[in-house]
T-cell receptor, first 112, second 112 residues
């Protein structure tokens, strides 16, 4: 049981490049989330999904797009990366209801 | 969701109990208290949650005051591996998508 798996773990992008971060969970969780964490800061919610085919904006959605075509996968896309998007990105999933989240180990992204 | 207030940092001696306080004076009757922790560079880890009654699991105990305006997370025998940032979060059951809002947390340093 792998839990929540994020790929890649590290990436360096040039300004203007695009990329997709993949999050996969094997717990059959309905809900999935993407957070970013800047150095010395708390986590901020980018986008989330309450089920296959549905997505919604979180606190800081600008510059990102997401898709959830399959229940187990939640993709985060950066169409045109900017240095301000340098951060650690965490994916999480949860069951519907008052349950806790399971987080992935993070993707460390640097945009130069 | 109600806001929370936590001390910025705390120290604890190894082997002693670590008591981490959280104030949530504006909590509503149906809002839950959640605790997570984040060990350096790792994804956050769910610890425990509760509504009214005290809760205990293999990781920690959660003590919620009778008026529910504050709570304490107790790590009964802190080890060096418990050094982390601990987040107290309040969330209602009707929060769309089970979203969690992370604040600054308490940085717990367990010392030998």
């Amino acid at each position: 049981n792998a839990g929540v798996t994020q790929t890649p773990k590290f990436r360096v992008l040039k300004t203007g490049q695009s990329m997709t971060l993949l999050c996969a969970q094997d717990m059959n969780h309905e809900y999935m989330y993407w957070y970013r964490q800047d150095p010395g800061m708390g986590l901020r919610l980018i986008h989330y999904s309450v089920g296959e085919g549905t997505t919604a904006k979180g606190e800081v959605p600008d510059g990102y797009n997401v898709s959830r075509l399959k229940k187990q996968n939640f993709l985060l896309g950066l169409e045109s990366a900017a240095p301000s998007q340098t951060s650690v990105y965490f994916c999480a999933s949860s069951r519907q209801g008052v349950y806790g989240y399971t987080f992935g180990s993070g993707t460390r992204l640097t945009v130069v | 969701d109600a806001k929370t207030t936590q001390p910025t940092s705390m120290d604890c001696a190894e082997g002693r109990a670590a008591n981490l306080p959280c104030n949530h004076s504006t909590i509503s009757g149906n809002e839950y208290v959640y605790w997570y922790r984040q060990i350096h560079s790792q994804g956050p880890q769910y610890i425990i949650h509760g509504l009214k009654n005290n809760e205990t699991n293999e990781m920690a105990s959660l003590i919620i005051t009778e008026d529910r305006k504050s709570s304490t997370l107790i790590l009964p025998h802190a080890t060096l591996r418990d050094t982390a940032v601990y987040y107290c979060i309040v969330r209602g059951p009707n929060n769309a998508g089970n979203m969690l809002t992370f604040g600054g947390g308490t940085r717990l340093m367990v010392k030998p």
